[in-house]
């Protein structure tokens, strides 16, 4: 019945999954590997769940943990649990959709408390990526209906300034198309330009300041007859980026990212 129902859906101009995720909790394990070229490899851990309720979709962080030569968790103290919306059983609960446009602008104190550790922040910034990829109308995902159909979306920007360091990213638009469609599964892939890509590193005394470019994308799988998100993967990340005044025999600093999603 599904298949009939959702190839009826499709020939009648529809969406071919579910795009307002169907309430739920569902439990997922997040992990990202940041690899410096040349250097060491950096990472988080992150098991959270997704619980959509009342049109919202919230991301429950149950543990997390940073990979900096071992695996060490992430413990923030008493008062920043509680700001984070934490409690015996999980470090943060966070709105992701929809967003406050303050919380969007700027992803600070009304999207997480400041007080929140990287392991906890960070993790957040790309499952908030790959959340609203299906339901946001921007990139356009509910339009697609037919396997190898692509669809451009127009520019966007994302900039924070917290945990010591200030990003703003800049892309020009991008592209979005239906990868595969079963019974069970539509699997989109989000590809964002080349984006721009500015970074001061405040901890160091004086700042560092650099400037690049990032080039990503991210495969999502989304269960047709829930609209809830099955797993996702980074298809390619690589940051590229040179330090602001630093004479050209320096070399860039090249980055690899890996992430993935996967239910737990």
Same mark, same amino acid.
């Given at each position: 019945?599904?298949?009939?129902?959702?190839?009826?859906?499709? #020939?009648?101009?529809?969406?071919?999954?579910?795009?307002?995720?169907?309430?739920?909790?569902?439990?997922?394990?997040?992990?990202?590997?940041?690899?410096?070229?040349?250097?060491?490899?950096?990472?988080?851990?992150? =098991?959270? !769940?997704?619980?959509?309720?009342?049109?919202?979709?919230?991301?429950? /962080?149950?543990?997390?943990?940073?990979? %900096?030569?071992?695996?060490?968790?992430? =413990?923030?103290?008493?008062?920043?649990?509680?700001?984070?919306?934490?409690?015996?059983?999980?470090?943060?609960?966070?709105?992701?959709?929809?967003? $406050?446009?303050?919380?969007?602008?700027?992803?600070? !104190?009304?999207?997480?408390?400041?007080?929140?550790?990287?392991?906890?922040?960070?993790?957040?910034?790309?499952?908030?990526?790959?959340?609203?990829?299906?339901?946001?109308?921007?990139?356009?995902?509910?339009?697609?209906?037919?396997?190898?159909?692509?669809?451009?979306?127009?520019?966007?920007?994302?900039?924070?300034?917290?945990?010591?360091?200030?990003?703003?990213?800049?892309?020009?638009?991008?592209?979005?198309?239906?990868?595969?469609?079963? #019974?069970?599964?539509?699997?989109? %892939?989000?590809?964002?330009?080349?984006?721009?890509?500015?970074?001061?590193?405040?901890?160091?005394?004086?700042?560092?300041?650099?400037?690049?470019?990032?080039?990503?994308?991210?495969?999502?799988?989304?269960?047709?007859?829930?609209?809830?998100?099955?797993?996702?993967?980074?298809?390619?990340?690589?940051? !590229?980026?040179? /330090?602001?005044?630093?004479?050209?025999?320096?070399?860039? /600093?090249?980055?690899?990212? $890996? /992430?993935?999603?996967?239910?737990?």
């Amino acid at each position: 019945m599904l298949l009939i129902a959702t190839l009826l859906a499709a #020939a009648a101009g529809g969406p071919v999954y579910r795009t307002t995720p169907a309430p739920g909790l569902r439990r997922y394990v997040y992990q990202v590997t940041e690899t410096v070229v040349g250097g060491p490899v950096h990472g988080y851990r992150t =098991e959270f !769940d997704l619980e959509t309720s009342g049109g919202a979709i919230y991301a429950i /962080v149950r543990k997390s943990a940073v990979l %900096d030569g071992t695996w060490k968790p992430v =413990e923030p103290d008493a008062p920043c649990r509680a700001a984070m919306h934490g409690d015996a059983t999980r470090l943060a609960r966070v709105k992701l959709s929809p967003l $406050a446009p303050e919380a969007a602008k700027t992803l600070g !104190d009304s999207f997480l408390a400041m007080c929140a550790p990287p392991g906890v922040f960070f993790p957040l910034t790309d499952i908030l990526n790959v959340a609203i990829i299906p339901i946001s109308q921007r990139f356009r995902a509910a339009e697609l209906r037919r396997v190898g159909q692509s669809l451009s979306y127009p520019g966007f920007e994302a900039a924070f300034d917290r945990s010591g360091v200030a990003i703003r990213e800049t892309s020009s638009g991008g592209e979005i198309s239906l990868a595969s469609l079963d #019974a069970q599964r539509a699997v989109l %892939d989000w590809k964002p330009a080349l984006a721009d890509l500015d970074l001061v590193e405040g901890a160091n005394k004086p700042p560092v300041t650099l400037k690049g470019t990032e080039h990503f994308a991210f495969r999502v799988e989304i269960d047709r007859k829930t609209g809830a998100i099955r797993r996702a993967v980074t298809t390619y990340d690589e940051l !590229d980026m040179k /330090v602001v005044g630093a004479p050209d025999s320096v070399p860039h /600093v090249r980055i690899r990212r $890996a /992430v993935t999603i996967e239910p737990r």
